[in-house]
């Protein structure tokens, strides 16, 4: 059997706009999930919640 295929999910943060902070979880330059939020700290968080949600989805 064929060992299965690793992914690279990535987590960013970037500032966009003056009160407003985006975050992403990316695979290369695919991105899966996205939001905004009014802090950095709360972009972080919610872009590592995003990368634990997707991680936790079971394959099968």
């Given at each position: 059997?064929?060992?299965?295929?690793?992914?690279?999910?990535?987590?960013?943060?970037?500032?966009s706009g003056?009160?407003?902070?985006?975050?992403?979880?990316?695979?290369?330059?695919?991105?899966?999930?996205?939001?905004?939020?009014?802090?950095?700290?709360?972009?972080?968080?919610?872009?590592?919640?995003?990368?634990?949600?997707?991680?936790s989805i079971?394959?099968?």
């Amino acid at each position: 059997m064929a060992e299965p295929a690793i992914r690279l999910l990535e987590v960013a943060v970037s500032q966009s706009g003056q009160a407003r902070w985006k975050w992403n979880v990316s695979e290369g330059i695919v991105e899966i999930a996205a939001g905004y939020e009014v802090t950095r700290q709360a972009a972080q968080a919610e872009g590592d919640s995003a990368l634990f949600a997707l991680l936790s989805i079971s394959r099968k």
